[in-house]
């Protein structure tokens, strides 16, 4: 039962099946019962957990992505990221492979920023987002076969001054840099 089913703005979900899959995600429909009794259908994306890397390299500079985002049709500024896998042993696992797959770079030290839920108006997605140290080139990228990714090195004042300006427009990378210098730098 989820820990807020007592609450008296809790709906209670009386069906569910998925309405929609391809390959990444589901499209879900609850049948609910509102707190005022009226009866509806819901629909959201069930999406998998998912890890964020905010990655440093040893000088202090930021490991960024350059990558093409069908959705939106352009190419997106952001941080590594991307699904946890059953074969991962735990979150801290997931990001290093992230880091790696995605970037080609390996990080010395790696701990925990914080945990978000992204859009949960239409989501289940949950992000962790992580820190990444000391990070360098000495791993071996392995992209997705639908990844189109370049990988640069920026500055954080240039990738905030970035995110503030509107030309990094990801809210996962925006997050975890404002997070990060609000709440651990």
């Given at each position: 039962?989820?820990?807020?089913?007592?609450?008296?703005?809790?709906?209670?979900?009386?069906?569910?099946?998925?309405?929609?899959?391809?390959?990444?995600?589901?499209?879900?429909?609850?049948?609910?019962?509102?707190?005022d009794?009226?009866?509806?259908?819901?629909d959201?994306?069930?999406?998998?957990?998912?890890?964020?890397?905010?990655?440093?390299?040893?000088?202090?500079?930021?490991?960024?992505?350059?990558?093409?985002?069908?959705?939106?049709?352009r190419?997106?500024?952001?941080?590594?990221?991307?699904?946890?896998?059953?074969?991962?042993?735990?979150?801290?696992?997931?990001?290093?492979?992230?880091?790696?797959?995605?970037?080609?770079?390996?990080?010395?030290?790696?701990?925990?920023?914080?945990?978000?839920?992204?859009?949960?108006?239409?989501?289940?997605?949950?992000?962790?987002?992580?820190?990444?140290?000391?990070?360098?080139?000495?791993?071996?990228?392995?992209?997705?076969?639908?990844?189109?990714?370049?990988?640069?090195?920026?500055?954080?004042?240039?990738?905030?001054?970035?995110?503030?300006?509107?030309?990094?427009?990801?809210?996962?990378?925006?997050?975890?840099?404002?997070?990060?210098?609000?709440?651990?730098?």
């Amino acid at each position: 039962m989820p820990e807020d089913a007592d609450d008296a703005l809790a709906w209670e979900t009386t069906a569910s099946d998925v309405a929609y899959t391809c390959p990444g995600f589901d499209i879900v429909r609850d049948e609910v019962v509102l707190p005022d009794g009226t009866e509806s259908d819901y629909d959201y994306l069930d999406d998998d957990p998912a890890v964020v890397v905010l990655p440093f390299t040893p000088d202090g500079d930021v490991v960024v992505i350059e990558e093409w985002r069908q959705a939106v049709k352009r190419v997106n500024r952001g941080l590594p990221a991307g699904g946890v896998e059953t074969d991962d042993a735990d979150l801290t696992a997931a990001a290093r492979r992230e880091l790696e797959e995605e970037t080609g770079y390996e990080a010395d030290s790696l701990h925990a920023l914080t945990t978000v839920e992204p859009a949960n108006g239409i989501s289940n997605a949950v992000h962790h987002l992580f820190v990444a140290e000391g990070c360098t080139p000495t791993g071996e990228r392995d992209l997705d076969f639908n990844e189109s990714i370049r990988v640069a090195e920026t500055t954080p004042d240039a990738l905030r001054d970035a995110v503030r300006e509107g030309a990094c427009r990801d809210g996962r990378t925006a997050l975890a840099l404002l997070y990060y210098e609000a709440f651990e730098a």
